[in-house]
Protein backbone atom coordinates (compact mmCIF):
# COMPACT_ATOMS: atom_id res chain seq x y z
CA UNK A 1 0.00 0.00 0.00
CA UNK A 2 1.41 3.60 -1.30
CA UNK A 3 2.36 6.34 1.23
CA UNK A 4 -0.27 8.37 -0.62
CA UNK A 5 -2.87 5.69 -0.12
CA UNK A 6 -2.39 4.95 3.31
CA UNK A 7 -2.59 8.75 4.14
CA UNK A 8 -6.05 9.02 2.77
CA UNK A 9 -6.85 5.89 4.50
CA UNK A 10 -6.75 7.89 7.44
CA UNK A 11 -8.26 10.86 6.67
CA UNK A 12 -11.30 8.97 5.13
CA UNK A 13 -11.92 7.03 8.89
CA UNK A 14 -11.39 10.55 10.12
CA UNK A 15 -14.64 11.86 7.82
CA UNK A 16 -16.52 8.81 8.25
CA UNK A 17 -16.36 8.93 12.07
CA UNK A 18 -17.43 12.72 12.16
CA UNK A 19 -20.15 12.03 9.69
CA UNK A 20 -21.22 9.29 11.93
CA UNK A 21 -21.12 11.64 14.49
CA UNK A 22 -23.37 14.00 12.46
CA UNK A 23 -25.94 11.14 12.11
CA UNK A 24 -25.73 9.90 15.76
CA UNK A 25 -26.90 13.64 17.13
CA UNK A 26 -29.58 14.19 14.83
CA UNK A 27 -32.64 14.28 17.52
CA UNK A 28 -35.48 11.98 17.80
CA UNK A 29 -38.37 12.86 16.41
CA UNK A 30 -42.32 11.67 16.12
CA UNK A 31 -44.76 10.77 18.52
CA UNK A 32 -47.45 8.75 20.20
CA UNK A 33 -49.67 11.38 22.17
CA UNK A 34 -52.30 8.75 23.58
CA UNK A 35 -52.75 5.38 23.27
CA UNK A 36 -55.35 3.40 26.04
CA UNK A 37 -55.92 -0.37 26.31
CA UNK A 38 -57.72 -2.23 29.12
CA UNK A 39 -55.98 -4.93 30.43
CA UNK A 40 -56.43 -8.49 29.35
CA UNK A 41 -58.68 -10.56 31.43
CA UNK A 42 -57.62 -13.94 30.87
CA UNK A 43 -53.60 -12.78 31.78
CA UNK A 44 -53.56 -9.60 33.52
CA UNK A 45 -51.01 -9.12 31.17
CA UNK A 46 -50.26 -5.62 29.56
CA UNK A 47 -47.55 -5.20 26.87
CA UNK A 48 -46.63 -2.77 24.58
CA UNK A 49 -44.12 -1.68 22.08
CA UNK A 50 -43.57 2.04 20.92
CA UNK A 51 -47.45 2.50 21.77
CA UNK A 52 -48.49 0.66 19.01
CA UNK A 53 -51.33 -1.07 20.42
CA UNK A 54 -52.93 -3.66 18.60
CA UNK A 55 -56.18 -4.94 19.97
CA UNK A 56 -59.13 -3.86 22.03
CA UNK A 57 -59.13 -6.07 25.32
CA UNK A 58 -61.60 -5.28 28.14
CA UNK A 59 -62.74 -6.85 30.68
CA UNK A 60 -65.17 -7.03 33.73
CA UNK A 61 -63.63 -8.12 37.37
CA UNK A 62 -66.23 -9.01 39.90
CA UNK A 63 -65.04 -7.98 43.49
CA UNK A 64 -66.80 -9.78 46.34
CA UNK A 65 -66.69 -7.53 49.66
CA UNK A 66 -68.45 -8.72 52.79
CA UNK A 67 -69.30 -7.16 55.77
CA UNK A 68 -66.68 -8.25 58.35
CA UNK A 69 -64.07 -5.83 58.85
CA UNK A 70 -67.22 -3.16 59.08
CA UNK A 71 -68.52 -4.66 62.19
CA UNK A 72 -64.90 -6.32 63.55
CA UNK A 73 -61.91 -3.36 62.44
CA UNK A 74 -63.63 0.04 62.96
CA UNK A 75 -59.86 0.95 62.65
CA UNK A 76 -58.86 -0.29 59.80
CA UNK A 77 -56.18 -2.61 61.71
CA UNK A 78 -56.96 -5.67 59.01
CA UNK A 79 -56.49 -3.24 56.14
CA UNK A 80 -53.65 -5.35 54.87
CA UNK A 81 -55.67 -8.31 55.01
CA UNK A 82 -59.01 -7.70 53.46
CA UNK A 83 -57.71 -5.36 50.98
CA UNK A 84 -57.98 -6.53 47.39
CA UNK A 85 -54.83 -6.31 45.40
CA UNK A 86 -55.03 -7.19 41.36
CA UNK A 87 -51.37 -7.92 39.62
CA UNK A 88 -51.36 -6.44 35.80
CA UNK A 89 -47.71 -7.63 34.46
CA UNK A 90 -46.68 -4.33 32.30
CA UNK A 91 -43.94 -4.77 29.62
CA UNK A 92 -42.41 -2.06 27.68
CA UNK A 93 -41.82 -4.36 24.81
CA UNK A 94 -40.86 -1.17 22.35
CA UNK A 95 -37.83 1.31 22.36
CA UNK A 96 -38.94 3.71 24.68
CA UNK A 97 -39.21 4.53 28.40
CA UNK A 98 -42.94 4.74 28.95
CA UNK A 99 -45.31 5.84 31.47
CA UNK A 100 -48.27 3.52 32.75
CA UNK A 101 -51.45 5.00 34.05
CA UNK A 102 -54.03 3.19 35.77
CA UNK A 103 -57.91 3.85 36.08
CA UNK A 104 -60.22 1.95 37.67
CA UNK A 105 -63.83 2.33 36.98
CA UNK A 106 -67.09 1.13 39.20
CA UNK A 107 -69.51 0.27 36.97
CA UNK A 108 -71.96 -1.25 39.63
CA UNK A 109 -74.67 1.06 41.44
CA UNK A 110 -72.81 0.27 44.87
CA UNK A 111 -70.83 3.16 46.24
CA UNK A 112 -67.58 3.62 48.45
CA UNK A 113 -65.15 1.62 45.60
CA UNK A 114 -61.44 2.92 46.18
CA UNK A 115 -58.44 2.42 44.52
CA UNK A 116 -54.65 3.02 44.62
CA UNK A 117 -51.95 1.81 42.52
CA UNK A 118 -48.00 0.87 43.11
CA UNK A 119 -45.50 -1.02 42.37
CA UNK A 120 -43.57 -3.00 45.22
CA UNK A 121 -40.63 -0.74 45.36
CA UNK A 122 -43.29 1.43 46.95
CA UNK A 123 -44.11 -0.37 49.97
CA UNK A 124 -43.87 0.58 52.92
CA UNK A 125 -42.75 -2.02 55.50
CA UNK A 126 -44.52 -4.40 53.06
CA UNK A 127 -47.62 -2.67 54.17
CA UNK A 128 -50.75 -1.49 51.59
CA UNK A 129 -51.65 0.41 54.10
CA UNK A 130 -48.72 2.34 55.00
CA UNK A 131 -47.74 2.64 51.72
CA UNK A 132 -51.05 4.83 51.22
CA UNK A 133 -50.05 6.70 54.17
CA UNK A 134 -46.65 7.68 52.86
CA UNK A 135 -47.77 8.44 48.96
CA UNK A 136 -50.51 10.36 49.86
CA UNK A 137 -48.10 11.93 53.05
CA UNK A 138 -50.74 11.35 55.65
CA UNK A 139 -53.24 13.25 54.17
CA UNK A 140 -55.56 10.47 53.76
CA UNK A 141 -59.13 11.93 52.09
CA UNK A 142 -60.57 11.24 49.01
CA UNK A 143 -58.97 14.58 47.59
CA UNK A 144 -55.73 13.15 48.14
CA UNK A 145 -56.60 9.74 46.91
CA UNK A 146 -58.15 11.15 44.09
CA UNK A 147 -55.01 13.74 43.02
CA UNK A 148 -52.63 10.36 43.20
CA UNK A 149 -54.90 8.64 40.72
CA UNK A 150 -56.00 10.45 38.13
CA UNK A 151 -54.45 14.29 39.18
CA UNK A 152 -56.67 17.12 39.22
CA UNK A 153 -57.64 17.59 36.16
CA UNK A 154 -58.24 14.07 35.83
CA UNK A 155 -55.42 13.97 33.54
CA UNK A 156 -52.11 13.08 35.70
CA UNK A 157 -51.60 11.93 38.67
CA UNK A 158 -49.25 9.02 39.61
CA UNK A 159 -47.59 6.86 36.76
CA UNK A 160 -45.37 3.98 36.78
CA UNK A 161 -41.99 4.52 34.63
CA UNK A 162 -41.25 1.40 32.14
CA UNK A 163 -38.00 1.68 30.12
CA UNK A 164 -37.76 -0.23 27.36
CA UNK A 165 -37.66 -4.34 28.00
CA UNK A 166 -38.15 -4.03 31.48
CA UNK A 167 -41.40 -5.72 32.78
CA UNK A 168 -43.08 -4.86 36.00
CA UNK A 169 -46.22 -5.74 38.57
CA UNK A 170 -48.45 -2.90 38.46
CA UNK A 171 -50.31 -3.70 41.60
CA UNK A 172 -54.29 -2.11 41.71
CA UNK A 173 -55.24 -2.30 45.36
CA UNK A 174 -59.19 -1.66 45.82
CA UNK A 175 -61.29 -1.76 49.21
CA UNK A 176 -64.96 -0.31 49.96
CA UNK A 177 -65.52 2.61 52.69
CA UNK A 178 -68.29 0.81 54.14
CA UNK A 179 -69.67 4.20 55.34
CA UNK A 180 -70.24 5.24 52.02
CA UNK A 181 -71.59 2.63 49.87
CA UNK A 182 -75.05 2.75 51.31
CA UNK A 183 -75.79 -0.85 50.89
CA UNK A 184 -76.25 -3.78 52.51
CA UNK A 185 -72.60 -4.12 53.39
CA UNK A 186 -73.07 -0.90 55.83
CA UNK A 187 -76.72 -1.84 57.19
CA UNK A 188 -76.70 -5.61 57.10
CA UNK A 189 -77.39 -7.80 59.80
CA UNK A 190 -74.73 -10.11 59.33
CA UNK A 191 -71.42 -9.50 58.92
CA UNK A 192 -71.18 -12.16 56.61
CA UNK A 193 -73.35 -9.91 53.89
CA UNK A 194 -71.35 -9.12 50.98
CA UNK A 195 -71.74 -6.80 47.95
CA UNK A 196 -70.51 -7.42 44.77
CA UNK A 197 -68.61 -4.76 42.77
CA UNK A 198 -68.10 -4.49 38.61
CA UNK A 199 -64.93 -2.87 37.72
CA UNK A 200 -63.25 -2.04 35.01
CA UNK A 201 -59.47 -1.55 35.23
CA UNK A 202 -57.86 0.27 32.01
CA UNK A 203 -54.15 0.42 31.94
CA UNK A 204 -52.93 3.62 29.59
CA UNK A 205 -49.28 3.42 28.25
CA UNK A 206 -47.77 7.06 26.90
CA UNK A 207 -44.27 8.44 26.05
CA UNK A 208 -42.43 9.27 29.12
CA UNK A 209 -41.08 12.80 28.00
CA UNK A 210 -44.26 14.01 25.51
CA UNK A 211 -46.64 15.99 29.00
CA UNK A 212 -48.96 15.96 26.36
CA UNK A 213 -51.48 13.61 26.66
CA UNK A 214 -55.32 12.92 27.83
CA UNK A 215 -56.93 9.83 28.86
CA UNK B 1 -4.39 -8.35 -13.89
CA UNK B 2 -4.31 -9.65 -10.00
CA UNK B 3 -6.78 -7.93 -7.76
CA UNK B 4 -5.47 -7.05 -4.74
CA UNK B 5 -8.22 -7.23 -1.54
CA UNK B 6 -6.33 -4.15 0.14
CA UNK B 7 -7.10 -2.23 -3.15
CA UNK B 8 -11.02 -3.34 -2.98
CA UNK B 9 -11.11 -2.14 0.70
CA UNK B 10 -9.37 1.25 -0.14
CA UNK B 11 -12.05 1.86 -2.75
CA UNK B 12 -15.09 0.58 -0.92
CA UNK B 13 -13.83 3.14 1.59
CA UNK B 14 -13.39 5.77 -0.30
CA UNK B 15 -16.92 5.25 -2.49
CA UNK B 16 -18.46 5.22 1.36
CA UNK B 17 -16.63 8.69 2.29
CA UNK B 18 -17.42 10.37 -0.45
CA UNK B 19 -21.12 9.74 -0.64
CA UNK B 20 -21.31 10.19 3.52
CA UNK B 21 -18.92 13.70 3.27
CA UNK B 22 -21.33 14.22 0.53
CA UNK B 23 -24.58 14.26 1.71
CA UNK B 24 -23.59 15.95 5.48
CA UNK B 25 -21.90 18.83 2.97
CA UNK B 26 -25.28 19.03 0.84
CA UNK B 27 -27.67 19.14 4.55
CA UNK B 28 -25.02 21.28 6.10
CA UNK B 29 -25.33 24.06 2.87
CA UNK B 30 -28.82 23.89 2.35
CA UNK B 31 -30.01 24.63 5.95
CA UNK B 32 -31.48 21.17 7.21
CA UNK B 33 -31.69 19.73 10.00
CA UNK B 34 -32.12 15.70 10.78
CA UNK B 35 -34.20 14.03 13.13
CA UNK B 36 -34.14 10.38 13.68
CA UNK B 37 -37.81 8.55 13.62
CA UNK B 38 -38.10 6.94 16.96
CA UNK B 39 -41.97 5.53 16.80
CA UNK B 40 -44.30 4.59 14.10
CA UNK B 41 -46.77 7.39 14.28
CA UNK B 42 -46.36 8.66 10.72
CA UNK B 43 -46.93 5.51 9.24
CA UNK B 44 -46.97 5.00 5.93
CA UNK B 45 -45.11 8.01 5.01
CA UNK B 46 -41.83 7.04 7.46
CA UNK B 47 -40.92 4.51 9.75
CA UNK B 48 -39.17 3.96 13.14
CA UNK B 49 -35.06 3.64 12.39
CA UNK B 50 -35.72 6.94 9.32
CA UNK B 51 -34.48 9.87 9.22
CA UNK B 52 -36.29 12.76 8.57
CA UNK B 53 -34.69 16.25 7.16
CA UNK B 54 -36.55 19.48 7.90
CA UNK B 55 -36.20 22.98 6.68
CA UNK B 56 -36.67 26.23 8.01
CA UNK B 57 -40.36 27.71 6.32
CA UNK B 58 -42.67 30.65 7.03
CA UNK B 59 -45.54 29.81 9.00
CA UNK B 60 -47.61 31.65 6.07
CA UNK B 61 -46.17 29.17 3.62
CA UNK B 62 -47.53 26.12 5.32
CA UNK B 63 -50.64 24.83 4.72
CA UNK B 64 -53.01 21.52 5.32
CA UNK B 65 -51.19 18.15 4.53
CA UNK B 66 -47.60 19.52 5.10
CA UNK B 67 -45.60 17.68 7.42
CA UNK B 68 -44.06 19.55 10.08
CA UNK B 69 -41.37 19.03 12.92
CA UNK B 70 -42.78 20.96 15.78
CA UNK B 71 -40.99 21.25 19.57
CA UNK B 72 -43.35 19.94 22.93
CA UNK B 73 -44.45 23.42 24.81
CA UNK B 74 -41.86 22.17 27.51
CA UNK B 75 -38.91 22.35 25.19
CA UNK B 76 -37.96 18.10 25.97
CA UNK B 77 -38.08 17.25 22.78
CA UNK B 78 -40.06 16.78 19.00
CA UNK B 79 -42.46 15.36 16.88
CA UNK B 80 -42.95 15.41 13.23
CA UNK B 81 -47.31 14.72 12.27
CA UNK B 82 -49.01 15.86 9.86
CA UNK B 83 -50.93 19.52 9.70
CA UNK B 84 -54.53 18.95 9.78
CA UNK B 85 -55.95 22.74 10.35
CA UNK B 86 -54.36 25.56 10.57
CA UNK B 87 -55.20 29.42 12.16
CA UNK B 88 -52.93 32.04 9.96
CA UNK B 89 -54.17 34.55 12.21
CA UNK B 90 -53.91 33.39 15.52
CA UNK B 91 -50.49 31.39 14.48
CA UNK B 92 -51.95 28.27 15.59
CA UNK B 93 -52.25 24.42 14.11
CA UNK B 94 -52.97 21.44 14.83
CA UNK B 95 -51.10 17.83 13.61
CA UNK B 96 -52.03 14.23 13.80
CA UNK B 97 -49.88 11.12 12.95
CA UNK B 98 -50.82 9.14 9.72
CA UNK B 99 -50.94 6.18 11.53
CA UNK B 100 -53.00 7.87 14.61
CA UNK B 101 -57.13 7.76 14.96
CA UNK B 102 -57.09 11.10 16.35
CA UNK B 103 -55.64 14.36 16.13
CA UNK B 104 -52.88 15.19 18.56
CA UNK B 105 -54.14 16.64 21.86
CA UNK B 106 -53.13 20.02 21.85
CA UNK B 107 -52.76 22.61 19.48
CA UNK B 108 -49.03 23.91 18.44
CA UNK B 109 -48.00 27.45 18.03
CA UNK B 110 -46.09 28.81 15.49
CA UNK B 111 -42.93 29.30 17.64
CA UNK B 112 -42.58 25.31 18.64
CA UNK B 113 -42.58 24.89 14.50
CA UNK B 114 -38.94 23.49 13.83
CA UNK B 115 -39.33 23.39 10.15
CA UNK B 116 -41.23 21.44 7.64
CA UNK B 117 -40.22 17.77 6.45
CA UNK B 118 -38.10 18.43 2.92
CA UNK B 119 -37.51 14.55 2.82
CA UNK B 120 -36.47 11.29 4.38
CA UNK B 121 -34.02 9.18 4.24
CA UNK B 122 -34.62 4.90 5.14
CA UNK B 123 -32.86 3.50 8.30
CA UNK B 124 -30.73 6.52 8.71
CA UNK B 125 -32.13 7.50 11.84
CA UNK B 126 -30.86 4.07 13.49
CA UNK B 127 -27.39 5.46 13.30
CA UNK B 128 -28.65 7.96 16.25
CA UNK B 129 -31.21 5.26 17.99
CA UNK B 130 -28.03 2.77 18.30
CA UNK B 131 -25.56 5.23 19.83
CA UNK B 132 -28.30 6.95 21.96
CA UNK B 133 -29.11 3.39 23.45
CA UNK B 134 -25.63 2.71 24.19
CA UNK B 135 -23.67 2.25 27.61
CA UNK B 136 -20.56 2.28 29.07
CA UNK B 137 -20.62 -1.72 28.76
CA UNK B 138 -21.82 -2.13 24.83
CA UNK B 139 -19.37 0.38 24.30
CA UNK B 140 -16.27 -1.25 25.90
CA UNK B 141 -17.66 -4.44 24.28
CA UNK B 142 -18.26 -3.26 20.36
CA UNK B 143 -14.63 -1.52 20.98
CA UNK B 144 -13.38 -4.49 21.82
CA UNK B 145 -14.30 -6.43 18.92
CA UNK B 146 -13.62 -3.80 16.82
CA UNK B 147 -9.73 -4.42 18.10
CA UNK B 148 -10.17 -7.75 17.81
CA UNK B 149 -10.86 -7.54 13.89
CA UNK B 150 -8.24 -5.21 13.37
CA UNK B 151 -5.89 -7.15 15.05
CA UNK B 152 -7.03 -10.34 13.04
CA UNK B 153 -7.13 -8.71 10.02
CA UNK B 154 -3.32 -6.95 9.81
CA UNK B 155 -2.21 -9.92 11.33
CA UNK B 156 -4.04 -11.77 8.17
CA UNK B 157 -2.48 -9.46 5.86
CA UNK B 158 1.16 -9.63 7.07
CA UNK B 159 0.90 -13.09 6.75
CA UNK B 160 -0.09 -13.19 3.30
CA UNK B 161 2.42 -10.47 2.62
CA UNK B 162 4.62 -13.04 3.68
CA UNK B 163 3.71 -16.10 2.12
CA UNK B 164 3.79 -14.26 -1.23
CA UNK B 165 7.14 -13.62 -0.96
CA UNK B 166 8.38 -17.34 0.02
CA UNK B 167 6.17 -18.07 -3.18
CA UNK B 168 8.30 -15.76 -5.34
CA UNK B 169 11.51 -17.04 -4.36
CA UNK B 170 10.70 -20.77 -4.62
CA UNK B 171 9.98 -20.08 -8.36
CA UNK B 172 13.08 -18.14 -8.76
CA UNK B 173 14.84 -21.73 -7.48
Redesign the interface.
Known amino acids: ?SRF?KI??II??F??V???G?????????????QAQSINGTNNKFVFA???IDGDYSIEKVLVFDGATAYEDKNETMFDSVVKVIDVDVENDG??PARIYATVKNESSAKGLKYFYYTDDMLVNGSVKETIYSALKNNVNDKALNNYNVGEDGNGGHFVKINPGEKKTVKVALWVEYDECESELAFADSPWESINYNINVTMTAT?D??????R | MKIKPINVLFNILAIITVVAVGFVSFNFFSGAKGYAVVTDSMVPVFSRGDAVFVKETDFETLSEGDIVTVSFQDGSGYFTHRIVSIDYEAGIFRTKGDASDSEDPQSSMVEQIMGKVWYSVPLLGYISIFISSLNLIKISVILAIVVIILITLTTLIQKSKKSGSRGGSNEQI
Open positions: MKSAMIALMCTYFSMMAPTTAWFYDFDGLQVDGAMT
